[in-house]
């Protein structure tokens, strides 16, 4: 009788090749920059409106009207394909990074509070305006408020270094605050900025008199969120 001998383990594969792979490329889809907007434009909208957990890769084939390989094919995983959302977004986080360290870059002075709250929050009022800004808004919000560690990853990495250019210019408005206070108080502005530009609840309470992310209450907004980091600090 023969006796089958037990075939030696495979060798692990290289790191190269354990890494995220994506869909092969059809043969019929050769260049189609406007299928990948589709997909991305779907995407953004899906997680906004039901947030990540609850959207599939199938759900937002559909809405694209693709086959659901061309999701993985443009821009891989599910995870990738919200990293990118937030990536295309990347030119609105940079400018008020750069106005905010603008601000900064004063020194401390009469109304440099009111200045760098302008800096850090004009940019996200002005994209609520535009096409599709009401959309990633809310995203924003949602992907704030997901404890999912996908979420947590997109904000540690996008808005992390924007809270730590917004902090720097406070000490340098406000010095002598407490580390702590600056912290909380930035927590707060958070939060009304979110409820300002992604929160339909206003327009029902107003019964239709007030709109979510009107730019005409901006200059309020500022005013609210800066008295909130002045008395914090005291």
């Given amino acids: 009788m023969e006796t089958t001998r037990p075939k030696p383990p495979a060798s692990a594969p290289p790191a190269s090749a354990r890494r995220t792979r994506r869909s092969a490329v059809p043969a019929s889809e050769p260049q189609r920059p406007d299928r990948r907007q589709d997909i991305l434009t ?22 694209a009207g693709v086959p659901v390989a061309l999701v993985g094919y443009y821009f891989g995983r599910k995870p990738e394909l919200l990293a990118t959302v937030f990536e295309h977004r990347q030119a609105n986080l940079d400018e008020r990074i750069a106005r905010i360290r603008e601000v900064g870059a004063k020194g401390p002075g009469a109304g440099r509070v009111e200045e760098i709250v302008t800096a850090w929050a004009e940019p996200v009022v002005r994209l609520h305006g535009s096409a599709s800004g009401d959309s990633f808004s809310l995203l924003v919000a949602r992907t704030a408020w997901d404890p999912g560690p996908e979420a947590t990853a997109i904000i540690e990495r996008f808005y992390d270094p924007l809270v730590r250019a917004f902090l720097e210019a406070m000490r340098i408005a406000l010095p002598g605050c407490p580390e702590e206070r600056l912290l909380w108080a930035y927590e707060y502005a958070v939060g009304a900025l979110l409820m300002y530009v992604a929160d339909k609840r206003i327009e029902r309470l107003s019964g239709g008199r007030a709109t979510v992310g009107d730019p005409a209450m901006f200059d309020d907004f500022v005013r609210f969120v800066s008295a909130g980091f002045k008395a914090a600090c005291g």
């Fill in 42 to 63: 779907s995407a953004e909208v899906l997680f906004a409106e039901r947030g990540y957990a609850a959207v599939s890769v199938r759900d937002i084939a559909g809405r």
